[in-house]
């Protein structure tokens, strides 16, 4: 139902597109939120974007460097991460909320109902 791609090899500096598509959901109807787990580390909000009034947030290693966006026609939402470090080594994570979100429940993961298999993206020279 959700399938994450663009996941890969990046040098630090550089950039990578991560696409969620959602095969089975209307876009704006849900939230949808990129997360991300690092070897050893908890799963964590790296981005999320709203369904009511497109409203984003980032996490603080994020903001400034990543832009999520959607394309309700695609049922396609996209992270754009740029200036990569190592530090964002991880598998990334796109996931539905199917109901409303303040905006500081937006990072936690047990409002999430549906989870996309992860892409795997690795910074290093």
């Known amino acids: 139902q959700l399938q994450a791609s663009g996941g890969g090899l990046a040098q630090p500096g550089g950039s990578l597109r991560l696409s969620c598509v959602a095969s089975?959901?209307?876009?704006?109807?849900?939230?949808i939120g990129w997360f991300r787990q690092a070897p050893g580390k908890e799963r964590e909000g790296v981005s999320c974007?709203?369904?009511?009034?497109?409203?984003?947030k980032y996490a603080d290693s994020a903001r400034g460097r990543f832009t999520i966006s959607r394309d309700n026609a695609k049922r396609t939402v996209y992270l754009q991460m740029n200036r990569l470090q190592p530090e964002d080594t991880a598998v990334y994570y796109c996931?539905?909320?199917?109901?409303?979100?303040?905006?500081?429940?937006?990072?936690?993961?047990?409002?999430?109902?549906?989870w996309g298999q992860g892409t795997l993206v690795t910074v290093s020279s």
């Open positions: 996931a539905v909320a199917t109901r409303s979100l303040i905006k500081s429940s937006m990072f936690a993961t047990q409002y999430y109902d549906y």
């Open positions: 089975t959901f209307s876009l704006d109807l849900y939230a």
């Open positions: 974007i709203r369904q009511s009034d497109s409203n984003t």
